[in-house]
């Protein structure tokens, strides 16, 4: 073997050791990874990130996937010729709209699923319905009643313990039912959020289509790699944070605040972006962290 053969294969070896410590400290604990709509877009991504969840699931972690589905769900009610409409945000969900998004759901929710058994590893796919995991009360976006769109209440996580303990890997559907048990919509960073807090998960990852947080969208240079839970709410004050970033940063800091070590925002279109954030010395995307947490 020549010599650059050698450092090639030395270098790969650097980074399994590397990795050592980070398997050692997140063995058997559970890791929640919010998969976003706006990530899930391109097939050769998907299976990357699905690859590395399945990974992490094989070195010992305990993953659940919780995804979204915005745009399956806005371009099957297109077909039906149902045209989406947004409040702050939100999705004004019908009792029509409410049935293609589960039916747009379960399709993704599935599709992951089959990735997953795949690579040869045992899936469940549920939706917040199932095993009573969501229960949800319905969400006003300003005063106003915007239909079948729910704000988590209560979580009951027996479902996901088990089907952790028996070595599946969980993949939630944010749907959940109400007290009269009506399906309600769950936007999928809430789902998580409260999932990842029910669980006391180790880290709560959302993987999004920007690199991470920004001060000023239209300014690169102003990327925040790394900020406290009162720095995020300040940001959120001064109006800086729109969009889907905002249930996100929210959902950020009350995971922080609530005991999840770990809360990260990746960039899904990076390939791997997860194993490089768990599994080397890199700084990659956002970081949220506790105050007086240097
Ligand atoms: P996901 O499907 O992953 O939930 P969203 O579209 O809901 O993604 O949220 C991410 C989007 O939030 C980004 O693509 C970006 O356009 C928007 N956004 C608004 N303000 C900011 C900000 N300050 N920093 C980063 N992204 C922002
Ligand atoms: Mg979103």
């Known amino acids: 073997m020549n010599k650059k053969d050698m450092d090639t294969i030395l270098q790969k070896a650097e980074v399994l050791i590397e990795a050592l410590p980070y398997i050692q400290n997140f063995n058997r604990k559970i890791i929640v990874v919010k998969y976003g709509g706006s990530a899930m877009s391109d097939d050769a991504l998907q299976k990357n ?14 993953p659940i996937i919780v995804h979204g589905g915005g745009s399956e769900i806005s371009s099957l009610a297109k077909k039906m010729g149902k045209e989406a409409q ?3 945000g939100l ?3 019908d009792a029509e709209t409410m049935e293609i998004a589960e039916m747009a759901l379960s399709k993704v929710n599935k599709r992951l699923v089959t990735m997953v058994q795949e690579l040869g590893v045992k899936a469940v796919g549920i939706s917040g319905k199932d095993g009573g995991l969501l229960r949800v009360e ?3 976006a300003d005063g106003r009643d915007i239909g079948f769109v729910g704000d988590v209440k209560e979580v009951v996580p027996k479902i996901l313990y088990d089907l952790l303990e028996d070595d599946f890997l969980p993949i939630v559907a944010p749907v959940g039912l109400n007290d009269q048990f009506d399906a309600y919509n769950i936007n999928a960073d809430d789902a998580a959020c409260a999932i990842a807090r029910a669980v006391h998960a180790e880290k709560l990852a959302f993987l999004t289509d920007i690199e991470g947080l920004y001060r000023d969208m239209a300014d690169k240079s102003s990327f925040i790699s790394r900020l406290t839970a ?3 709410d300040a940001l959120i004050a001064q109006g800086l944070i729109g ?9 950020c800091t009350a995971a922080i605040r609530d005991g999840v070590n770990r809360v990260h925002i990746l960039d899904g279109r990076i390939p791997h972006c997860l194993l490089l954030e768990i599994f080397t010395n890199e700084g990659i995307g956002t970081a949220i962290i506790r105050d007086g947490e240097s």
């Not at 990130?49 to 305990?62: H, N, P, R, W, Y």
């Not at 969009?243 to 959902?251: A, Y």
Request: glycine share 8%; net charge positive; charged share 25%.
């Open 49 to 62: 990130v699905i690859k590395d969840v399945t990974l992490l699931k094989l070195v010992g972690f305990k």
């Open 243 to 251: 969009g889907g970033m905002l249930p996100k940063l929210q959902n």
């Open 86 to 88: 947004f409040v702050n």
């Open 91 to 93: 999705r004004v969900t």
């Open 230 to 232: 009162s720095d995020a």
């Open 138 to 140: 319905k969400k006003y």
